[in-house]
């Protein structure tokens, strides 16, 4: 099913300032919280379709990148809603959305308490990649080596020797911040921070993993899949949910942020999702018509020059140009006719040329517009 417009999701104009995009998240989110609509499977694809637009446009580069390409400019970036993140990670990214003076993610019942630990998350990796004109044109499918973060393989991220070597902090009773209240000249205020005792987890540890050191990860190489769609361009980055670097201590994995780089074509040059090519041809050909071969991304093809063709002119090939990213189409392959004067001649050239020079049929000719036009510079 496509994805529905993040802009119609969340209930507001394209133009809608950030301020306006974060009061509609928190409406949203309150009118499909799982506390208010338990066992209903339908307000929790809301929940998470509304996380997923918010996530986006509360991030001016990404809302950017939507504004120009939409959903396909967010590469295989997933989103909540395609099931790189699931619900807790939901209210560990967006649970302050609400301020600290509701009881968790809304004050909502004892759904609130999913937010009142702090979830870690990995921090993100950055690689690039370098695309030739025929993947930009056709999409590729790429593997990408990289050292990362991933979750220890002997504690399985816990940073704990085995499953019951960590106890609930005294310090928080196990709910990862501290509570204040102060009294102030305004009445009672509120305050929570995140526990100093245990870092916001909730936890801690008594015996570090031997192997870890009590961190939850460790250095590894790992090969990545990444699906490049058709007609990216230079210098646009896709973000691949959940693919960076893995938290400490468990948690929330970072994303994968991928940069494209062209690599030059030796003979096409990209203009949007046009092609350009200069074609240069001989004097006679131009004169008396002839035929040429043009490189495309899928091959030469061979286009007819007419008689009489004039040095300048566009010869346009229909959709012989890259796709456009959104699917809209494809461009044009736009052929420049150059015609070639030689440097150098020999006699025998040079006697047939001034014959040519002094025959009426090759004086210059322009028509009545053209003559009308250059005449106003000399009267």
């Known amino acids: 099913m496509a994805k529905r417009d993040y802009y ?25 919280h799982p506390d208010k609509n338990p066992d209903d499977k339908e307000a929790e694809e809301k929940f998470k379709e509304a996380a997923e637009a918010y996530e986006v446009l509360s991030n001016p580069d990404k809302k950017s ?21 699931n619900m807790d990670d939901i209210f560990s990214h967006f649970g302050d959305i609400f301020g600290g003076g509701f009881g968790g993610f809304g004050g909502f019942g004892g759904g609130g308490g999913r937010s009142s630990r702090r979830t870690n998350k990995g921090s993100n990796l950055r690689v690039k990649v370098k695309l030739t004109l025929k993947e930009v044109c056709e999409g590729v499918e790429k593997k990408i080596k990289v050292k990362k ?3 220890c393989s002997t504690c399985g991220g816990s940073g704990a020797k085995d499953g019951s070597s960590k106890k609930t902090c005294t310090r928080c009773n196990g709910t990862g911040h501290i509570t204040r209240v102060q009294n102030t ?20 540890i008594t015996e570090k993993c031997t192997q870890c050191g009590g961190e939850g990860v460790e250095l590894k190489e790992e090969v990545i899949t990444i699906q490049i769609p058709a007609g990216v361009e230079e210098g646009m980055q896709l973000s691949v949910s959940g693919k960076g670097n893995a938290a400490r201590r468990g948690g929330v994995n970072g994303d994968l ?9 030796p003979e096409l040059v ?19 018509g002839s035929t040429a071969e043009i490189p495309t991304v899928d ?25 456009d990213v959104n699917g809209y189409g494809k461009g044009d392959l736009l052929v420049k006719i150059n015609v070639w004067i030689p440097k150098s001649l020999t006699k025998d050239e040079k006697k047939i040329l001034e014959k040519l020079r002094d025959s009426e049929s090759c004086s210059p000719k322009p028509d009545k ?7 106003r510079f000399f009267e």
């Open 257 to 265: 942020l991928v940069q494209i780089f062209e690599i030059e074509h």
């Open 149 to 151: 973060y991933v979750s």
């Open 299 to 323: 091959g030469k093809v061979k286009v007819k020059i007419e008689a009489g063709t004039q040095p300048g002119k566009i010869l346009r090939l229909r959709s012989k140009g890259i796709p």
């Open 369 to 375: 517009k053209e003559k009308g036009f250059f005449s």
């Open 270 to 288: 990209r203009d949007g999702n046009d092609l350009l090519y200069n074609l240069y041809i001989s004097f006679p050909d131009a004169a008396l």
């Open 8 to 32: 119609e999701v969340l209930g507001v104009e394209k133009g809608a300032t950030a301020a306006e995009i974060k009061k509609a998240y928190r409406k949203k989110a309150i009118q499909y």
């Open 185 to 204: 000249i305004l009445g009672q205020m509120q305050t929570q921070s995140v526990c100093p005792e245990c870092n916001g987890e909730g936890k801690i």
């Open 65 to 85: 990148r939507y504004d120009q390409f939409g959903h396909a400019g967010m590469g295989n970036q997933g989103g909540f809603g395609g099931g790189g993140m």
